[in-house]
T-cell receptor, first 109, second 116 residues
Framework: GQNIDQPTEMTATEGAIVQINCTYQ??????LFWYQQHAGEAPTFLSY????GLEEKGRFSSFLSRSKGYSYLLLKELQMKDSASYLC??????????FGAGTRLFVKA | EAEVAQSPRYKITEKSQAVAFWCDPISGHATLYWYRQILGQGPELLVQFQDESVVDDSQLPKDRFSAERLKGVDSTLKIQPAELGDSAMYLC??????????????FGSGTRLTVV
């Protein structure tokens, strides 16, 4: 079956760095996405990885290891507005995108 | 910035009634997706269109749900009859095409459905 695992909740302090992990087992792999979703709002695209390694985009970076079925999203210089759910999504075989349940991040002052 | 339009934003309906949601994707986006998101869970794909054709509806409860995209532009998702377990956020998303979405999907604001 298809499975994506993320921690349910994380808490971090404003100004700190937090790493949100994602492990996946899917039938086929055609890329991994991270989305941010504020409460009651739609997901917004953050990053895309298809090759192994680190992709950096401002305060956000995403890492992929295809052999380990593993990715992480790194958020630096945390701000209160970063409090949200972070969804890991895998584009599996047939280009079908499967979402994880999301990690709720709480940023405290 | 181009947006995916969805309506209504909120809908409250009684069990066994019919309900419909509308989505207008970004102009030029060939692929349209309907997702259902239950509170605390990730989005689950209900149906995927490529232009006017359904390419994946394996998770769509076809006894009560239907979806169409007649002219390959806007789309309607219908539930009849609605059940209590259908209470969720219904999200529409679009992308340029299958395998052309390396910048991810663009989601609409969603329709929050409550069945009472």
């Amino acid at each position: 079956g298809q499975n994506i695992d993320q921690p349910t909740e994380m808490t971090a302090t404003e100004g700190a760095i937090v790493q949100i992990n994602c492990t996946y087992q899917t039938s086929g792999f055609n890329g991994l996405f991270w989305y941010q979703q504020h409460a009651g709002e739609a997901p917004t695209f953050l990053s895309y990885n298809v090759l192994d390694g680190l992709e950096e985009k401002g305060r956000f970076s995403s890492f992929l290891s295809r052999s380990k079925g593993y990715s992480y999203l790194l958020l630096k210089e945390l701000q209160m507005k970063d409090s949200a759910s972070y969804l890991c999504a895998v584009r599996a075989g047939g280009f079908k995108t499967i979402f994880g349940a999301g990690t709720r991040l709480f940023v405290k002052a | 910035e181009a947006e995916v339009a969805q309506s209504p934003r909120y809908k409250i309906t009684e069990k066994s009634q019919a309900v419909a949601f509308w989505c207008d994707p970004i102009s030029g986006h060939a692929t349209l997706y309907w997702y259902r998101q239950i509170l605390g869970q990730g989005p689950e794909l209900l149906v995927q269109f490529q232009d006017e054709s359904v390419v994946d509806d394996s998770q769509l409860p076809k006894d009560r749900f239907s979806a169409e995209r007649l002219k390959g532009v806007d789309s309607t998702l219908k539930i009849q009859p609605a059940e209590l377990g259908d209470s969720a956020m219904y999200l529409c998303a679009s992308s340029l095409g299958v395998g052309q979405d390396n910048y991810g999907y663009t989601f609409g604001s969603g329709t929050r459905l409550t069945v009472v």
